[in-house]
Structures are given as C-alpha cells and as structure tokens.
C-alpha cells in the first residue's frame, strides 16, 4: 500500500489530456502556417501570371506601333497615301 503512487494516478489521464491538447494546438497552428504558404504561393501564380500577361500585351503593342511606322513610312517613301 504504497500511498504516494495513488495520489498520482489521478493526475496521470489530466497529464495525457493536456499533453494531447498541446499537441493538437500544435498541429492546428502548422496546419494554419501551411494554409497560409499555400494561399500566398497561389495568390504569387496569380499575379505572376497577370504581369507576364500585361509584359505580352505591351510587347504586341510596340510590334503593332513599329509595324505600322514603317509601312506608313515605306507608304510614304513609294509616293503613296498612307
């Protein structure tokens, strides 16, 4: 009949619980961090992707623009209209 051992063995189950629910605060909280890398790095794509877009759109644009100066100048230089 050893006294001191029972005195413990009610804490032992309190002890587990919080242990599991430090662990479970644990895993919630990486689990948030990694929703949040996940949302930035999808959030990144996107805007990578639009500004790849619009670098695309203004290269089209000068092409088009020089294109046309120099049919309006070769227009020009045959004694066309332009």
């Known amino acids: ?3 001191g051992h029972a005195c413990l063995r009610p804490q032992e189950p309190a002890a587990q619980g919080q242990e ?9 909280g ?3 961090v990694m ?9 990144m794509a996107r ?13 089209k644009a000068l092409l088009l623009a020089r294109s046309g ?12 209209d332009p």
């Open 69 to 80: 100066l120099e049919d309006a100048l070769a227009r020009l230089s045959a004694g066309q």
């Open 47 to 59: 805007l990578e992707r639009q500004a790849s877009q619009q670098r695309l759109s203004a290269c």
């Open 30 to 32: 990486v689990l948030g």
């Open 20 to 28: 599991g629910g430090l662990a479970l605060l644990v895993v919630v």
């Open 1 to 3: 009949m050893d006294h």
């Open 35 to 43: 929703a949040v890398l996940g949302m930035s790095f999808v959030v």
